[in-house]
């Protein structure tokens, strides 16, 4: 069945990297624009990036520009999100999602944990 | 960016009966093609989201028939004609105009 596998989350200490790896099966990758949303503890959901299903073309929130970079392997149907320079406020759980064209997000994973804390 | 606004924040509602939550944006969501460009997405407890309307109005795949999206421009509407026990959660709007999306605060809904 189609589904989104996310991993790589974990405990890491201010300021250092971490990256999360989001592996897709059950359907055409390569044909979807591919999302990261995260979940503060007990807080709403926050879109974090996109990135195009060619990899042409990626935007972030503000929050997170300049530290988070996307990317993605349309050969391995993956997506991945290199995060660096970790604040304590990007502590949350982190979901990969898929979309095409303008219909939504219709397919989400399970989410990875990010914790940042010294 | 565009802000998301929900109302009410915490809705209980009673099984059988309907329910509805609002959603309003500071800038239109109305995209020159005509479509508005408003999702709706439900978060059971400990479960991931899950999309129940893409364009403001159109119901996304296995979504139950009592769940109805409407609005333009900058107000919209999710109702649910019938409540039943499962549809119990936290629920977001999401402008999808701008590519930086933003959802709304969350709209949690449990049973009375």
């Known amino acids: 069945q189609e589904q989104l596998v996310e991993s790589g989350g974990g405990v890491v200490q201010p300021g250092r990297s971490l990256r999360l790896s989001c592996a897709a099966s059950?359907?055409?990758?390569?044909?979807?624009?591919m999302h990261w949303v995260r979940q503060a503890p007990g807080k709403g959901l926050e879109w974090v990036a996109i990135i195009w299903y060619d990899g042409s073309n990626k935007y972030y929130a503000n929050s997170v520009k300049g530290r988070f970079t996307i990317s993605r392997d349309n050969s391995n149907s993956t997506v991945y999100l290199q995060m660096s320079s970790l604040r304590a406020e990007d502590t949350a759980l982190y979901f990969c999602?898929?979309?095409?064209?303008?219909?939504?997000?219709?397919?989400w994973g399970q989410g990875t944990m990010v914790t940042v804390s010294s | 960016d565009i802000v998301m606004t929900q109302s009410p924040l915490s809705l209980p509602v009673t099984p059988g009966e309907p329910a509805s939550i609002s959603c309003t944006s500071t800038q239109s969501l109305l995209h020159s093609n005509g479509y508005n460009y408003l999702d709706w997405y439900l978060q059971k407890p400990g479960q991931s989201p899950q999309l129940l309307i893409y364009l403001a109005s159109n119901r996304a795949s296995g979504v139950p028939d009592r769940f109805s999206g409407s609005g333009s421009g900058t107000n919209f509407t999710l109702k649910i004609s019938r409540v039943e026990a499962e549809d119990v959660g936290v629920y977001y709007c999401?402008?999808?105009?701008?590519?930086?999306?933003?959802f709304g605060p969350g709209t949690r809904v449990d049973i009375k």
């Open positions: 059950g359907f055409m990758f390569h044909i979807y624009g």
């Open positions: 999602a898929r979309q095409r064209g303008r219909s939504g997000f219709d397919i």
């Open positions: 999401m402008q999808a105009l701008q590519t930086f999306f933003t």
